[in-house]
């Protein structure tokens, strides 16, 4: 299939529920940022479509955050593996994918997070990949604790890793969170349920996966996306 081909592909709509809504009244502060007034269509620029070009030669990769600065971070070692498609199965290929997430403790390494926990100087939180040909992607990290964020009384997020998909351009950035199995928080956290739809907002949760999962050394998690269509993975508006 050529790139035209692609290009034109029809666009399958989101199925409803299945996508995070601009307004959750439970998220607090949706309110305060999501549009107030009718969106306004804004034509696309080449520039915005195609550019910049994000290249592993001017932007390198960095597949390891569990380590920093000469030393190991804190906390449990993980692999996370995963696929990038559309929503045909074809793989999107030599994409740069974004990753950030707080340390072991639950806390970021950025200046706006003040919560009491320890900063790791071994862990910057912050790391880059590019798929290959086939759509696949790996990195090694360290498990992200949970952390307090005053939503509600008592609120604590579930342990997670934000992702950022870039396109061809800034115009097609996606962003989303990567969950954990078994996490006791996921129920009661107004982020992941604002997809109104369970079966969209388990896409979010990775699974364990012994493929990748590396003896003595680090369990290995499996986080498939697929960009658009009815079977998309729900992404951050």
Same mark, same amino acid.
């Given at each position: 299939?050529?790139?035209a081909?692609?290009?034109?592909t029809?666009?399958?709509?989101?199925?409803?529920?299945?996508?995070?809504?601009?307004?959750?009244?439970?998220?607090?502060?949706?309110?305060?940022?999501?549009?107030?007034?009718?969106?306004?269509?804004?034509p696309?620029?080449?520039?915005?479509?195609?550019?910049?070009?994000?290249?592993?030669?001017?932007?390198?990769?960095l597949?390891?955050?569990?380590?920093?600065c000469?030393?190991?971070?804190?906390?449990?070692?993980?692999?996370?593996?995963?696929?990038?498609?559309?929503?045909?199965?074809?793989?999107?290929?030599?994409t740069?994918?974004?990753?950030?997430?707080?340390?072991?403790?639950?806390r970021?390494?950025?200046?706006?997070?003040q919560?009491?926990?320890?900063?790791?100087?071994?862990?910057?939180?912050?790391?880059?990949?590019?798929?290959?040909?086939?759509?696949?992607?790996?990195?090694?990290?360290?498990?992200?604790? =949970?952390?307090?964020?005053?939503?509600?009384?008592n609120?604590?997020r579930?342990?997670?890793?934000?992702? =950022?998909?870039?396109?061809?351009g800034?115009?097609?950035?996606?962003?989303?969170?990567?969950?954990?199995?078994?996490?006791?928080?996921?129920?009661?956290?107004?982020?992941?349920?604002?997809?109104?739809?369970?079966?969209a907002?388990?896409?979010?949760?990775a699974?364990?996966?012994?493929?990748?999962?590396?003896?003595?050394?680090?369990?290995?998690?499996?986080?498939?996306?697929?960009?658009?269509?009815?079977?998309?993975?729900?992404m951050?508006?």
């Amino acid at each position: 299939m050529s790139t035209a081909d692609r290009d034109t592909t029809p666009f399958r709509p989101y199925a409803p529920g299945t996508q995070p809504p601009n307004d959750a009244p439970s998220y607090r502060s949706t309110g305060k940022r999501h549009p107030g007034a009718a969106l306004v269509a804004l034509p696309h620029t080449v520039t915005e479509r195609q550019g910049p070009r994000f290249d592993p030669r001017r932007f390198p990769p960095l597949l390891d955050l569990s380590t920093a600065c000469g030393g190991k971070a804190l906390g449990e070692r993980i692999i996370v593996s995963g696929r990038v498609t559309d929503e045909d199965g074809r793989a999107v290929a030599r994409t740069m994918i974004e990753i950030w997430q707080a340390n072991a403790s639950g806390r970021y390494d950025h200046p706006g997070d003040q919560h009491d926990a320890p900063l790791d100087p071994a862990f910057h939180g912050a790391g880059r990949v590019f798929t290959d040909d086939e759509g696949w992607y790996q990195f090694t990290t360290i498990k992200p604790g =949970s952390y307090p964020w005053r939503n509600h009384h008592n609120a604590w997020r579930p342990n997670h890793i934000h992702y =950022s998909y870039f396109g061809p351009g800034f115009a097609t950035r996606l962003i989303t969170q990567m969950y954990f199995p078994g996490d006791p928080l996921l129920e009661l956290d107004p982020i992941f349920l604002s997809i109104p739809d369970r079966t969209a907002r388990e896409r979010l949760i990775a699974r364990f996966d012994l493929e990748t999962t590396a003896p003595e050394w680090a369990l290995g998690y499996r986080f498939d996306v697929v960009l658009r269509g009815r079977g998309a993975t729900p992404m951050e508006g």
